[in-house]
């Protein structure tokens, strides 16, 4: 079991990382002394035994656990589910020093700790991440939101979480595509902040691919530190945090435009980063080669770095609205592979040269 600090300022809290956790999940907790009930928002899709063995282990600490069931996947994250989910709180008479626990996927850890954050004007929130994006990257840091129509985050808070417990034991049972989508967020740390990690995936990702809890372990808490020590820096996005958004402008316009139905997260933001990787180099920011590199990386891991695009114009509309767009589209690019940069000036015939040798409709 590894323990990961986020030395947020006056909210610190751990990331544990760890094989079958779920039944000591009680002691892994801070204190809450005036906590009595946790509400666990969960993945209808979860294995019920996930769900049973989480509640033992909350249980031992004296929480009577309540599961508040939620649509798997993006489906979860809508204004319609969250207002659901708060005459849920209501009905049931939660009080703001119960608990809200996230149990499933990085949609349910931001519907939950949106949730969390403004029923009462704020309760205490356990991210419990099930899939590798989860754990890597979104049960950490506080971000929480739900989806628009015209966009993906667009209601949110920030709200850090009270404890993070990320067992690797659930990712075995993840379909493979789902497994695969968290790599993205993986290969994202290694191009952007870990070069050790960089080197170790393309020398030999089988460990990782196979799913060795010997291999994940250390995997998910190099993640988790990497995101700590930015979050810790810029707890707000605002500066430095936004090197994490490396390949999510267009995957986040992917996504969208696919109606949040069609390629997943990280699928999204693997055809990102490599269309980042090119928008740098028709810049001249980077050397030859850097769209080459992540492309064998991502292909190695399982992803796929081409697709359809959607045309040209609708992209470019759907950039307008991204959270980080002030007048300008802004871009997080790599001057080489663990040197990322967050350019504004970038200009839209740029932008639309590269989406189209992409493959975009003009």
Do not use: W
Not at 7 to 31: H, I, K, N, S
Request: glycine share 10%; hydrophobic share 45%; net charge negative.
């Amino acid at each position: 079991m590894e323990r990961v600090k986020v030395e947020v300022p006056g909210r610190a809290y751990d990331v544990v990382v760890g094989t079958d956790l779920f039944g000591r999940a009680g002691e892994l907790l801070p204190e809450l002394p005036k906590a009595a009930t946790a509400f666990v928002v969960v993945d209808s899709a979860l294995d019920e035994a996930v769900f049973r063995g989480l509640g033992e282990g909350l249980g031992v600490r004296g929480l009577h656990v309540v599961p508040l069931a939620v649509p798997a996947g993006e489906a979860a994250k809508s204004l319609r589910v969250y207002e659901t989910l708060l005459h849920q709180l209501a009905t049931q008479e939660a009080h703001r020093d119960d608990l809200v626990v996230a149990l499933g996927g990085g949609a349910v850890g931001d519907l939950g700790g949106f949730v969390a954050s403004t029923y009462m004007r704020g309760m205490p929130v356990v991210q419990v991440p099930t899939t590798l994006t989860g754990q890597v990257d979104s049960a950490i840091g506080g971000k929480t939101a739900v989806n628009l129509p015209e966009g993906k985050n667009l209601v949110g808070t920030f709200h850090q979480p009270v404890a993070v417990i990320a067992d690797v034991a659930t990712l075995a049972t993840l379909p493979d595509r789902h497994y695969r989508t968290g790599l993205a967020e993986v290969a994202k740390y290694a191009l952007t902040l870990d070069l050790e990690l960089l080197d170790r995936l393309e020398a030999d990702p089988g460990p990782v691919l196979a799913r060795n809890p010997e291999a994940l372990e250390p995997l998910v808490a190099r993640c988790a530190a990497a995101k700590a020590r930015t979050v810790v820096e810029d707890e707000r996005d605002t500066g430095t945090r936004l090197i994490l958004n490396y390949g999510h402008t267009l995957g986040h316009a992917i996504e969208r435009l696919d109606a949040f139905a069609g390629r997943t997260h990280g699928e999204a933001i693997a055809i990102g980063m490599v269309f980042a990787a090119r928008l740098a180099e028709a810049r001249g920011m980077t050397e030859p080669g850097l769209a080459a590199r992540t492309q064998r990386l991502l292909k190695a891991l399982g992803l796929e770095t081409e697709g359809p695009l959607p045309p040209v114009r609708e992209v470019v509309d759907a950039f307008r609205l991204d959270k980080k767009f002030h007048g300008t589209v802004r871009f997080v690019l790599l001057e080489d592979v663990g040197r990322p940069i967050v350019v504004d000036d970038v200009a839209t015939d740029d932008v639309r040269d590269v989406l189209i040798e992409m493959g975009a409709a003009a």
